[in-house]
């Protein structure tokens, strides 16, 4: 197993790309930097594309409800919103030409592309935009993400056809981005009249691909939208997309998925595990696409609301302690880059500050000693009261890949070098939020997907530990401080660039500072694709693919 | 007379041991079987003495070393020494195959006891618990035991124990059906034992001894179901050397590094057929007579 | 006596899967409101407890849901919002195929296997012997990681994954079929050596009958037998099997509906699938049992007696 | 030509021979008999003129000729021509010598199948005709039939037509009757002297004289793999030159009345050491009337359910038994004999009528009630090892029945060896398990642990009906020995009238459930007044040389 040889890749998104670019995949072969692929000709009109998910099946296709990633991945392809992001962070235009905020910030007006019909016929207009809204603030909807990213907006109103009013209660700098995202995108009121069983089977959008038939637990056929108009600004063609469709198949073993792949029955898979993708460098025919996901890293979080972590010192030395990257780079054959920030590396505003995560056993040890956790039992592990150092660690099956929960026995491991018992628990989605919301754990780590630094907030604000109705809260670390409160509540409503960067800057230095969090790598989010699938890329939001502009070559 | 008698039995008796089916030479099979239950009962007790490094020595640089002289089965994704693993993973793996085992079978005892005594009533009514619970899927069974109770290596054993138990329930209730019906039973009743006493004498006795057998097949089987259990992210926790979590766990690199599976592998199929086949010459010593 | 032995085992594997689900951690109003881990409001959360009457004494909603399954009702997914009878009627006949072509392969294999190895010299047995035990104690998810390795990615014979094609079934099958073959010889092996042993074996060779026709004429009815009998238990077992096969080959199917339906705490698939498992069983041993009487005649006469 | 001609046949399993050179000859038209007990080698001989001694086995001769044909070094091609067609083989107990998963149709069938090109159509018509020659009434109905949905007459003329299929000249048949009832038994003897009649070679094995002797032109005893005395059939049984056939012949018990010992003195020790008499007068039935039953079945019914209505097992039966006396029960396989045994033992109760013991109630007394009572009966069965727990050593047994018949009575229990010393064993025996003794052996371990309990009243269900004829004699005697000795009450039942005969101061003769005919063992049997007796008595196999 070849573990040095694999180049590490440099993320798509840091590379100068030309304002529309082609391919923002990486050949393996050969590794060339992702530059548009010369040989690669002119689009082929035509064909299916089989793409091989290891998402778990969505339970709805309507992403107003719930809104999770599965749901992204796939209503991506059929559904669009108002705008959407460019390479390099910035707000581009899509379904909305342009925006503009009132002076207060409680007030933004949205001129809408014109010409623009949903797939049933209807016609896109304001009057259209505000029912999507209204759709996503109903309780009966049922709605979480879309919800909280709506949080702000009380209103929308047509102003006319093709101007829509968002009404605020309190300024949002999260407003862009969040209606960037898939699960604010725009649906056709009248898909919406049908009554949420229908739409879940099927909604309708003005994407390039419609929703045609879902055999569940096999596959979406995607079928392509002849009538497509509405590209976002830095799609590579304009028009009705190339494939004639896309067979959408959930495939959640992914060994079955990476062989399907090889032997050339499906052309796209997700979720590729590190080791194939390392494999896959042997390999002429398959390209990867690394495309890591907004929002928050991935990331041990250090449940400070509870003893032992309610000292700053123990969480220190549990950092000091664990030695994670020579871990990352066994287990992930260099497929990931380590992280020392809370933030993706896909935020722009994302604060690295290496030396904080400097293991450093001594001084783990020293830092221990120091607060009073000062016996060791047979096992060599600390005891202070006769309370051994035991830190719970669920672990969601559903969530964590075997090479993250190796990486946790590692954790594990050398945690235990300097007396920490750390008590790995396998457990399925449900039960692990359980733990979570019963306040069984001392450790945990959560992806969170957002498009923006202003996940920072979620996660962060002490108001996050104040639980939801069904017992969720996202302040997993339970991070109770009134400074960073402060700088974030004040960040969201700052939309002058240069403040609001300053501002998420102080907050991550003081997140970080306090050891509340160990950071380990973005949340991975790769492709892998037969070669012959040109122009596919991933959308610079929440890093779902898109196929609008991709064909199939030969 | 006698002598004369005694004399024919014995020309008997050898020509029947000569004869095609039964030998009494030990098997090389045998021999061979006795040999590794042998080396798994010193990897259970002082897995200490085979081991070659400490088990959960974690050295990430070292990880997916094919095997070598300094690795016998390699090394796995944490750079540990998967040989020194599957010793260290002997006890807790026994422990669930046969503890697994033990649930099911007193279970099945207990149900099979009640069915095949306890009247007409109690069979009908133990009977249709037994068929509830064979009408469950035993992976669900032990889902909802898992899902209730927490995963772990606990609940998985317990989870595996209460699966099988409806077909060792089964099979004991035959037992002791056929046992209650025969001419020893009835000649123990005309002597005027009571019937506790026919019980612990002739019933649970001759019942346990095929039982015996079938549990030896049932050990290998425990494992494996742990193993499916693991899979599915249920079974032993880690860093626990596990057989089937190392199993579960090392599938995903099977393509790249066969050798975190392969040896596991080994050691489950390796029991199941050891046992299998000690059980088996046991029943063949005790129907041959000793 | 069998129809009412057949709803009590119904009714007893409903009421028992309803209480064991509610000691379940998680709740169903939010596995309703889009799974574990929604940040459903209030009002949401109550609308929908009063809507399922989750709101409801525990007795109530046991009595509800037995009167709703008396009528045939299964009841709506929660998390798919589809009549449970719908979404299962549409994975029934895939799983169903998929367990009955496995019992049918793995009777083939586990009677070729011990038709050819049994009585056989000591070699030949040993081998056989040694073939059923390491068969039966194959995991599933393991022997599809191998059987992918080799025929899929290796000789490019079967897809990896089912999409429908009979060659995608293939795999799939053989995954179930082999460990259970292993199983089913080693049934077979015992029967064919107690019927080689029978006078009858001694008749038939004296009328001049040679190996072959003595092992297709005659023992291989006796070694039947125990297998026939065995196939409901394989049944269920197989379906067991289902959960793990279905995953690894992403087939549509009830194993995979149910460890779905198990994560997100779906109380009504969860009853849906284990009823109409039960319910297989059920019919399953019926038919076994019909079957065991058919091909043994003896059997006939001892239930007359 | 001889159709069979074998000359210094040697059979070893290993390095263990079990059949030391035995000559044969057999003519067309002529049966020849091969005798002895088990273990002598009979069946092994049979099969090895067949060529399937068995795996393991070697089979050596000096001359083996089928039909002139030289045999001794053939292939297994070659055998499998002769099997079948050259040879018939017909085995003891159709209900497993024929495949009981196949209609027996099929079965006489594959002979033709294997051997000969026929067409379907003509094969089917010639396997009814030879079930019509063979006496099966309704041959197509038969033919779809199996083994065991057959009785046992029917089921063994199935097999004589599957080895009658394409007309061997010689026809094996070893122990072609053993288990069958007296008069199924007459048929079927009768049926192979036809096919003898017919010109048909027979090879006949037997352990039974009289068996044979309905049907042997030369007899052959054979023992422990060798014969020891050969010659026509009038020669062997009318003056038997070795004493071992001499004892062979006593031992049939037919004529012999009661009180003669059956077994050739040689081998009995002289006298039977055990317990004094316990003080009970001995009294032959006829001698005392009078006395109070031991044992009484007073219009005792018991049925069983059966597909379409009831079986009624025992049909108003009444029964006395005197203390000191023996009762035989008599009937043919399905009479209602053992469901009597079970009610006398208590372990069925009666639907109607009720059972006596010593004047008190037995049948309808709660089973606890029962229980301390049962050590008066004692119980002997007709398989012996199976009424052992096969994990119990015979001390154990013995120790385990000793315990219940000393219990509440203060005395000691009776000790293992004087058990074993009583019925001819000795004290060696306590330390082995039943599987690894003698037929005998483990009859007589069985008659000591019935005895263990010093039961009054023994009941005897065929308790020696699996034995061969000179084991047969000893028990038999033994039987009666103790018996008189300790003044038990025995009711002995069995289908052999022979052994009944002999052993019974009374009879009762047992049919469809109803006792026919029941007075003093010999009025019954001198002039039975009953036509069902009279057939009995007349089918009964005896000495016929």
């Known amino acids: 197993m070849p573990t040095a040889t694999v180049t590490t890749l440099r993320p798509w998104r840091r590379i100068a790309l030309p304002a529309i670019a082609l391919v923002s995949a990486v050949a393996l072969a050969g590794c060339q930097a992702a530059e548009p692929d010369e040989a690669s000709g002119d689009p082929v009109e035509g064909g299916t594309l089989v793409y091989a998910s290891g998402d778990a099946e969505p339970t709805c296709l309507d992403p107003h409800v719930g809104g999770n990633y599965p749901q992204a991945l796939l209503a991506g392809q059929f559904l669009e919103s108002l705008v959407s992001r460019d390479t390099s962070g910035e707000i581009i235009p899509w379904l909305a030409e342009s925006w503009e905020p009132s002076d207060d910030g409680l007030a933004w007006e949205f001129t809408l592309r014109e010409g623009v019909t949903f797939t049933d016929g209807t016609h896109f207009d304001a009057e259209a935009v505000a029912v999507n809204v209204e759709h996503l603030k109903d309780p009966a909807t049922q709605s979480s993400t879309g919800y909280l990213a709506m949080g702000k907006v009380d209103r929308v109103e047509a102003v006319d056809d093709l101007t829509a009013r968002f009404v605020l209660t309190a300024p949002d700098s999260a407003l862009l981005e969040s209606l960037s995202q898939p699960w604010t995108a725009m649906q056709s009121p009248a898909g919406i009249a049908r009554g949420m069983e229908e739409n879940c089977e099927a909604p309708v959008g003005t994407g390039p691909f419609i929703v045609g038939e879902w055999v569940k637990q096999d596959h979406v056929t995607l079928v392509r939208n002849d009538d497509y108009s509405s590209p976002p600004a830095d799609a590579g063609h304009d028009g009705p997309p190339y494939l004639d469709a896309i067979e959408w198949r959930f495939v959640p073993d992914a060994a079955s998925r990476y062989a399907a792949l090889q032997g050339g029955q499906v052309d796209v898979i997700d979720n590729p595990q590190p080791d194939t993708i390392a494999a896959a460098e042997g390999d002429d025919v398959l390209t990867w696409i690394d495309a890591p996901r907004p929002g928050a890293a991935n990331r041990i979080e250090l449940n400070s609301g509870q003893a032992p972590f309610d000292d700053e010192r123990v969480r220190e030395a549990f950092i000091r302690a664990v030695e994670v990257n020579d871990g990352i780079d066994a287990l992930f054959f260099g497929t990931a880059e380590r992280s020392y920030s809370a933030l993706s590396s896909a935020e722009q505003l994302a604060y690295s500050d290496e030396a904080l995560f400097e293991p450093d056993l001594d001084a783990a040890n020293a830092l221990l000693d120091e607060a009073g956790w000062t016996d060791r039992d047979a096992d060599g592990i600390r005891m202070k009261d006769g309370v051994r150092l035991t830190l719970r660690f669920p672990v969601s099956t559903n969530q964590s890949i075997p090479a993250e929960q190796s990486l946790f026995e590692q954790v594990q491991a050398t945690a235990k070098q300097a007396g920490f018992d750390v008590a790995i628990e396998l457990l399925d989605l449900s039960s692990w939020y359980s733990a979570l919301f019963a306040h069984e754990y001392e450790i945990v780590s959560a992806p969170y997907t957002k498009v923006g630094p202003d996940v920072l907030r979620i996660l962060y604000h002490s108001d996050s530990i104040t639980p939801a109705p069904s017992g969720y809260f996202a302040n997993l670390a339970q991070l109770d401080d009134p400074a960073v409160d402060a700088l974030l509540t004040e960040a969201a409503s700052t939309s002058e660039e240069a403040a609001r960067a300053d501002l998420y800057r102080q907050a991550q230095e003081r997140i970080l500072g306090g050891y509340y969090l160990l950071p380990l790598y973005d949340q991975q989010n790769s492709f892998l694709l037969d070669a012959r699938v040109e122009g596919a890329r991933t959308m610079p939001t929440v890093s779902t693919p898109t196929f609008y502009d991709a064909w199939l070559a030969g | 007379m006698s002598e004369l008698e005694l004399r024919q039995t014995t020309v008997e008796a050898s020509a029947e041991h000569l004869g095609p089916r039964r030998r009494r030479m030990p098997r090389a099979g045998t021999v061979l079987a006795v040999a590794f239950v042998a080396f798994l009962a010193v990897a259970t007790v002082a897995p200490s003495l085979v081991w070659t490094q400490d088990p959960n020595r974690i050295a990430a640089a070292d990880a997916f070393e094919s095997p070598s002289l300094a690795h016998w089965f390699g090394t796995d994704e944490s750079g540990r020494d998967v040989y020194s693993r599957v010793i260290a993973g002997t006890a807790s793996s026994l422990l669930i195959g046969v503890s697994a085992t033990l649930i099911g079978l007193a279970l099945g005892l207990v149900l099979g006891v009640l069915a095949s005594f306890g009247g007409r009533v109690l069979d009908f009514g133990v009977g249709r618990v037994i068929e509830v619970l064979f009408a469950f899927p035993g992976l669900l069974l032990a889902l909802l035991v898992i899902v209730v109770a927490g995963p772990g290596p606990v609940t998985a054993t317990i989870a595996v124990g209460l699966s099988t138990a409806p077909g060792y329930a089964r099979i004991i209730r035959g037992q002791l059906v056929g046992i209650r019906s025969s001419h020893y039973v009835e000649a123990a009743r005309v002597l005027g034992h009571s019937p506790g006493r026919i019980l612990a004498r002739h019933l649970l006795p001759n019942a346990l001894v095929p039982l015996f057998v079938l549990a030896t097949l049932g050990v290998g089987q425990a494992i494996v179901w742990a193993a499916a259990l693991s899979y599915l992210g249920l079974g032993a926790q880690p860093p626990a050397a596990e057989w089937g979590a190392m199993l579960a766990a090392g599938r995903t690199y099977l393509p790249t590094a066969p050798w975190l599976t392969v040896f596991p592998g080994l050691m489950i199929v390796g029991t199941t057929i050891a046992t299998t086949m000690l059980g088996r010459a046991l029943t063949r010593r005790g129907r041959e007579g000793r | ?305 | 030509m001889p159709l069979l001609d074998v000359a210094g046949l040697r059979v070893a399993f290993g390095d263990h021979e079990v059949v030391h050179g035995i000559s044969l000859r057999i003519r067309p038209g002529e049966c020849v008999a091969i005798v002895g007990e088990s273990g002598s080698g009979k069946s092994v001989t049979a099969r090895a003129l067949l060529g399937m001694a068995g795996a393991g086995a070697r089979t050596r001769s000096d001359r083996l000729r089928v039909l002139g044909r030289e045999l001794g070094s053939a292939s297994e091609r070659t055998w499998r021509d002769v099997r079948g067609r050259q040879v018939g083989l017909i085995l003891q107990d159709a209900l497993v010598s024929l495949d009981p998963l196949r209609p027996i149709g099929r079965e006489i069938d594959d002979p033709l199948r294997i051997h000969e090109r026929m067409p379907p159509a003509a094969r089917r018509a010639r396997v009814l005709g030879l079930l019509a020659r063979v006496g099966m009434p309704d041959p197509e109905f038969a033919a779809g039939r199996r083994s065991g949905e057959l009785s046992g007459g029917l089921r063994q003329r199935a097999l004589i037509a599957s080895a009658l299929a394409l007309d061997p000249p010689l026809v094996i048949a070893d122990e072609p009757t053993t288990a069958l009832d007296v008069s199924v038994q007459a048929r079927i003897l009768s049926l192979l002297d036809e096919i003898r009649e017919a010109g048909t070679g027979i090879l006949l094995i037997s352990h039974d004289l009289a068996v044979v002797s309905r049907l042997a032109d030369r007899i052959l005893v054979t023992r422990h793999g060798e014969v020891i005395e050969d010659g026509t059939a009038d020669d062997v049984l009318r003056s038997p030159r070795e004493p071992y056939t001499r004892a062979l012949i006593a031992a049939v018990p037919t004529e012999r009345p009661r009180g003669t010992a059956l077994a050739v003195a040689t081998s009995a020790p002289a006298a039977i050491p055990g317990p004094p008499p316990t003080g009970v007068p001995i009294a032959t039935g006829s001698d005392a009337p009078e006395r109070p039953p031991l044992l009484r079945f007073d219009r005792v019914a018991k049925g069983f359910s059966v597909p379409g209505g009831r079986l009624l097992a025992v049909d108003d039966v009444s029964l006395a038994l005197r203390p000191g006396e023996t009762l035989g029960l008599v009937g043919e396989s399905g009479s209602g004999k053992t469901t009597v045994a079970r009610l006398a033992l208590g372990l069925t109760a009666p639907d109607s009528g009720v059972v006596l013991l010593d004047g008190e109630a037995w049948s309808s007394r709660p089973e606890r009630e029962r229980r301390p009572m049962r050590r008066r009966i004692g119980a002997i069965y007709q398989d012996a090892l199976s009424s052992f727990d096969p994990r119990w050593s015979v001390g154990r047994i013995l120790a385990d029945a000793a315990s219940v018949g000393a219990r509440g009575t203060g005395r000691p229990a009776p000790r293992v060896e004087d058990l074993l010393d009583q019925v001819g064993l000795v004290a060696s025996v306590a330390r082995r398990r039943p599987l690894n003794l003698s037929g005998g052996q483990r009859q007589r371990v069985a008659i000591a642990r019935a005895l263990a309990a010093e039961p009054d009243v023994l009941i005897c269900d065929e308790p020696v009906s699996a034995l061969d004829v000179t084991i047969q004699a000893q028990i038999l005697d033994l039987l009666d020995r103790l018996q008189r000795r300790r003044g038990l009450a025995m009711l002995f039942i069995s289908h052999d009238l022979g052994v009944v005969r002999h052993m019974s101061d009374h009879v009762a003769v047992m049919r469809a459930g109803r006792i026919v005919e029941s007075g003093g063992t010999e009025a019954v049997f001198a002039e039975p007044r009953h036509p069902y007796t009279a057939q009995l008595v007349a089918d009964a196999p005896r000495l016929t040389p």
Request: charged share 10%; hydrophobic share 55%.
């Open chain 3, 1 to 305: 006596m069998l129809a009412a032995g057949a709803v009590f085992v119904m009714w007893a594997v409903a009421t028992l899967t309803f209480f064991a689900i509610r000691l379940i951690p998680g709740d169903p109003a939010e596995a309703i409101l889009g799974g574990p881990g929604s940040q459903a409001s209030q009002e949401a959360l109550d609308q929908v407890r009063r809507d399922y009457g989750l709101d409801q004494p525990l007795l109530v909603q046991y009595l509800a849901m037995l009167a709703r399954l008396v009528t045939g009702d299964l009841g709506t997914s929660y998390a798919l919002r589809t009549p449970v009878a719908d979404l299962l009627g549409g994975q029934l006949g895939g799983t169903m195929l998929l367990a009955v072509l496995a019992l049918l392969v793995a009777w083939i294999l586990a009677l070729g296997l011990s038709l050819w190895s049994t009585g056989r010299a000591r070699v030949a047995a040993a081998v056989g012997e040694g073939i059923e035990l390491t068969a039966a104690a194959l995991p599933h998810f393991w022997l599809a990681a191998v059987l992918i390795a080799i025929f899929s990615t290796g000789l490019d014979w079967f897809p990896p994954i089912a999409t429908g094609t009979p060659a995608g079934l293939v795999l799939p099958v053989a995954t179930l079929a082999i460990p259970l073959a292993g199983f089913l010889a080693q049934v077979m092996r015992e029967s064919l050596l107690d019927a080689l042993q029978q006078p009858f074996v001694v008749s038939a060779r004296a009328r001049g009958e040679n190996t072959t026709g003595l092992r297709l004429r005659h023992t291989i009815r006796h070694a039947s037998l125990p297998a026939i009998s065995l196939s409901g238990w394989a049944l269920g077992w197989l379906l067991s099997g289902a959960v793990v096969v279905e995953t690894i080959f992403a087939m549509p199917g009830l194993g995979r509906t149910l460890l779905q339906a198990v994560t997100l705490r779906d109380v009504p698939v969860v009853t849906g699938v284990v009823l109409l498992v039960a319910l297989v069983y059920v019919v399953m041993t019926v038919v076994t049992d019909v079957a065991s009487r058919l091909a043994d005649p003896r059997l006939r006469q001892e239930g007359a007696r």
